[in-house]
């Protein structure tokens, strides 16, 4: 069985240890030769070419994904041509387009903060006059990590995005008290596994930190699990899941987004869970029964390294992280350092969740 | 900073995830294009000639070893190439040829069996009178997982081997109680990690499973530790070393064998230990700072895949695995099954040794 993943960045990266346990075959198709997934048997080319992907996809027996960026008459010709594509393409468009997404969540019901689609600067007044004069103005499509949404306060802001011709969505500015993230795994065959909800801190729209499970998740992880499990199995999501909440001052969970791979909010899993998320997304996408999700330690703390070391030595930094906290777990993704940049995590597990933050943060602060 | 591994069997990799989670490249000297190795970047050729291996290392930083069976005027031409070559070749000459290690050993006043080079059926008859009519013959070099060993009665059983010109030598057959083996990893600077002494379960000469840590491990374990640290100070071992020890019926510990590189014995580290003996063994050939070798379970149980499946559904048997057993870890070589070979193993961990070994014979016996 061979594995296709399209896209070369550090999810698919990340997928090689998995494929090397299972026993599976992985090929990626990687946007450069000096991809971070470039470790692993890879074909460089266009993403989002058509002949490309088809031509990669024939040399496999499975496609998925490392982003949501394969444009769907790319997907829907791969299904066309007979390849098995997880997730599939119209699950995928609720992870590509917000709009579409918003439909769907609220055609099951799900709890979502308001929104609308805006299609003119009077639009946009109309949803910021009936909600506080406060709104989030998001592309539908192509954003990420903070990209693509921008906070308002007046129509005038957006008006750069809405002189052009992309489709935009305006959602209330929801006054939360933290980030959540809920993982799901689900097979072809409808088998769903469930990992714990765990809390995310963001820092300029862009994932900071992981704490799993969730502190103080009592009823909320339930109703976390059940919105994850509902979208998973409405949408037909074969493979990993994650759903981004927002928990509100009152107690609610609110679905900001979604994504249909391995996600920034379970690297934790990698040490933290019986199962990876990345080897259970493999387990997904081949069809294979799923895996154990229980938490391994009571607390498990993941950090993002952002950028990298201001003096560009990685080597170094490395070195000081793995010197000064031998029990923390260093991933570094083959990237170099670049403002703002992904290039790795740390993950620190134990009994004591402060003693665990502390050491997960030490050895992130290495490479500061 | 480039690790070339010098052949492409399953050690090679299980190095592959650590490449990938410390961001070190990796490069894999392979004896045939399907080595279980190949799902990382590799070269074809011959791990024993010259001119294969030197082109090889031109293009890494450090050369490690996947096995013992470089030959030492190819390690010597490396090191006057001015390869880090990592263990060296003085070091390795001791996992690589049993007379030697025998006679350091001896040097080092450490505990061994009784043993004797054996040059004629006469040096072998007065070895069998001295020890109760019974002997172990080795070839000095060669031998591993079985073969190169005779339990010989009668100097006639070793006729062949010692009407050869291959160096041999005869041992006591030690009335041993249980295997064990012991870990430990060391870095160019000195700096050595020690991991818990485990008891190995032996059939037909082949690993069959692991237990960590050993059960009843007590004094055995610190004498176990005293014993590995000392070969890999005294010996300048740079990378992993298991020691494989006897232990006998008054608790005494004797060193059976030694191994420069990960072992069969440290599989479990994968899952069962805070730094997995890949990474150790990366760290230590890399010259970073060592991982802690904590136990992440109270019990860990690895029992070796040998063989595969009778009607050769190696893909039906790793599905019936996963589903009989969704929390333990199932790692496939990429090779395919014939008898006897080690084709994968399986690790389960837990608070409860019977309910742990249970668990991953349940999963193992899905390849039987």
């Given at each position: 069985?061979?594995?296709?993943?399209?896209?070369?960045g550090q999810l698919a990266r990340m997928m090689v240890p998995a494929a090397v346990k299972l026993g599976l075959e992985i090929e990626v198709l990687a946007e450069t030769a000096d991809a971070s997934a470039s470790i692993a048997p890879h074909r460089v080319g266009d993403t989002r070419d058509l002949d490309t992907v088809l031509a990669f996809a024939r040399g496999v027996d499975v496609v998925t994904f490392d982003h949501e960026h394969v444009p769907q008459p790319v997907l829907q010709a791969l299904v066309e041509a007979?390849?098995?594509?997880?997730?599939?393409?119209?699950?995928?468009?609720?992870?590509?387009?917000?709009?579409?997404?918003?439909?769907?969540?609220?055609?099951?019901?799900?709890?979502?903060?308001?929104?609308?689609?805006?299609?003119?600067?009077?639009?946009?007044?109309?949803?910021?006059?009936?909600?506080?004069?406060?709104?989030?103005?998001?592309?539908?499509?192509?954003?990420?990590?903070?990209?693509?949404?921008?906070?308002?306060?007046?129509?005038?802001?957006?008006?750069?995005?809405?002189?052009?011709?992309?489709?935009?969505?305006?959602?209330?500015?929801?006054?939360?008290?933290?980030?959540?993230?809920?993982?799901?795994?689900?097979?072809?065959?409808?088998?769903?596994?469930?990992?714990?909800?765990?809390?995310?801190?963001?820092?300029?729209?862009?994932?900071?930190?992981?704490?799993?499970?969730?502190?103080?998740?009592?009823?909320?992880?339930?109703?976390?699990?059940?919105?994850?499990?509902?979208?998973?199995?409405?949408?037909?999501?074969?493979?990993?899941?994650?759903?981004?909440?927002?928990?509100?001052?009152?107690?609610?969970?609110?679905?900001?987004?979604?994504?249909?791979?391995?996600?920034?909010?379970?690297?934790?899993?990698?040490?933290?869970?019986?199962?990876?998320?990345?080897?259970?997304?493999?387990?997904?996408?081949?069809?294979?029964?799923?895996?154990?999700?229980?938490?391994?330690?009571?607390?498990?703390?993941?950090?993002?390294?952002?950028?990298?070391?201001?003096?560009?030595?990685?080597?170094?930094?490395?070195?000081?992280?793995?010197?000064?906290?031998?029990?923390?777990?260093?991933?570094?993704?083959?990237?170099?350092?670049?403002?703002?940049?992904?290039?790795?995590?740390?993950?620190?597990?134990?009994?004591?969740?402060?003693?665990?933050?502390?050491?997960?943060?030490?050895?992130?602060?290495?490479?500061?």
């Open positions: 069985m061979k594995i296709g993943v399209i896209g070369g007979g390849t098995a594509v997880r997730p599939g393409p119209e699950a995928l468009l609720a992870a590509q387009d917000k709009l579409e997404m918003r439909r769907r969540l609220d055609a099951l019901g799900l709890p979502v903060p308001d929104w609308t689609h805006i299609g003119s600067v009077a639009d946009l007044q109309r949803f910021l006059d009936a909600h506080g004069g406060i709104a989030v103005v998001k592309t539908a499509r192509g954003g990420y990590d903070g990209k693509g949404v921008r906070v308002v306060r007046a129509a005038a802001e957006a008006e750069d995005w809405l002189a052009g011709d992309i489709p935009l969505l305006a959602e209330e500015a929801v006054r939360f008290t933290r980030e959540l993230a809920q993982q799901v795994a689900r097979r072809p065959s409808g088998e769903l596994v469930v990992y714990p909800l765990v809390e995310s801190v963001q820092r300029d729209g862009v994932c900071a930190e992981v704490i799993a499970p969730a502190p103080r998740g009592g009823r909320v992880a339930q109703e976390a699990a059940r919105i994850a499990a509902t979208i998973a199995t409405e949408l037909g999501v074969v493979g990993m899941l994650a759903v981004e909440l927002f928990e509100t001052e009152d107690g609610q969970v609110l679905v900001n987004e979604l994504a249909m791979r391995p996600h920034n909010s379970g690297h934790w899993s990698i040490e933290g869970a019986t199962t990876s998320q990345f080897e259970q997304h493999l387990r997904a996408v081949a069809d294979l029964p799923l895996g154990s999700t229980e938490l391994r330690d009571p607390w498990t703390v993941m950090v993002n390294l952002l950028g990298g070391p201001a003096d560009g030595r990685l080597d170094r930094a490395r070195e000081i992280a793995l010197a000064t906290q031998p029990g923390v777990a260093v991933h570094l993704y083959g990237k170099a350092p670049r403002p703002g940049r992904k290039i790795g995590h740390v993950t620190a597990g134990g009994a004591d969740l402060d003693d665990v933050a502390y050491r997960a943060r030490s050895a992130a602060a290495a490479f500061d």
